[in-house]
């Protein structure tokens, strides 16, 4: 079973704030991900990161920033957040493909932003 | 330009029925395709995968079928069950998503809601 925790599930703000959702991983996965989802539509992939110190754009541009400073750590930041950006933001871990055969993806439960 | 299509938003069956969720991709480079399971107020959840190499792939009550010529995946369900009702995602990765590195950049479809009705 996957162990990925999710902080905070859901948080209402409103626009200009500062908020930080926060992912953490006890499988000391190298490989973390943020993806974001709004209803009814696909998964699109915003960060991701290889290990410490390495973060990545993902394929969705967004002006979210992330942080890889632990292994077990993948904080997600909104400098100003702005009604644009509710959604659903789903952090995710993976160990590389080498070891499992499959490298396939360990989902957090979710933080769902509402900006106001 | 969405590379994996689940053209289907919804689909209803009856239990005990077949539950079957199609999935097109359009990138000739993917070579490995994952289903996920979702739940509202959940993250997804892995169900089965398949690689290029084979064509088929089960699991329990679960069958992934890949069609390369047609760049077409399925996955059948068989019974379906009521606790199967969830959101599924079509999912796929390769060299093109790899960067030179490994699989996990993941490409996901739009999601087909599926419904058991007991």
């Known amino acids: 079973e996957a162990d990925i925790y999710q902080t905070p599930r859901y948080l209402v703000i409103g626009t200009g704030k500062k908020i930080t959702l926060e992912c953490s991983q006890t499988?000391?996965?190298?490989?973390m991900y943020w993806y974001q989802q709004d209803p009814g539509m696909e998964l699109h992939l915003i960060h991701y990161?290889?290990?410490?110190?390495?973060?990545e754009k993902g394929d969705l541009s967004s002006e979210s920033t992330v942080s890889r400073i632990r292994t077990e750590h993948f904080p997600l930041t909104l400098e100003s957040a702005r009604p644009s950006h509710t959604s659903q933001y789903l952090c995710?871990?993976?160990?590389?493909?080498?070891?499992?055969?499959?490298?396939?993806?360990?989902f957090g439960e979710g933080s769902r932003l509402t900006v106001l | 330009d969405q590379q994996v299509k689940q053209n289907s938003p919804s689909l209803s069956v009856q239990e005990g029925r077949i539950s079957i969720l199609n999935c097109d991709y359009t990138n000739s480079m993917f070579d490995y395709f994952l289903w996920y399971k979702k739940y509202p107020a959940e993250g997804p959840t892995f169900l089965i995968s398949?690689?290029?190499?084979?064509d088929k792939n089960e699991d329990g009550r679960f069958t992934v079928f890949l069609n390369k010529s047609a760049k077409h995946l399925s996955l059948h369900i068989v019974p379906s069950q009521p606790g199967d009702s969830a959101v599924y995602f079509c999912a796929a990765t390769g060299v093109a998503n790899a960067g030179g590195t490994s699989y996990g950049k993941l490409t996901f479809g739009q999601g087909t809601i599926l419904t058991v009705h007991p």
């Open positions: 990161s290889y290990g410490v110190n390495s973060t």
């Open positions: 398949i690689s290029s190499i084979k």
């Open positions: 499988m000391g996965h190298d490989k």
């Open positions: 995710a871990s993976s160990v590389p493909s080498g070891i499992t055969g499959t490298g396939e993806l360990f």
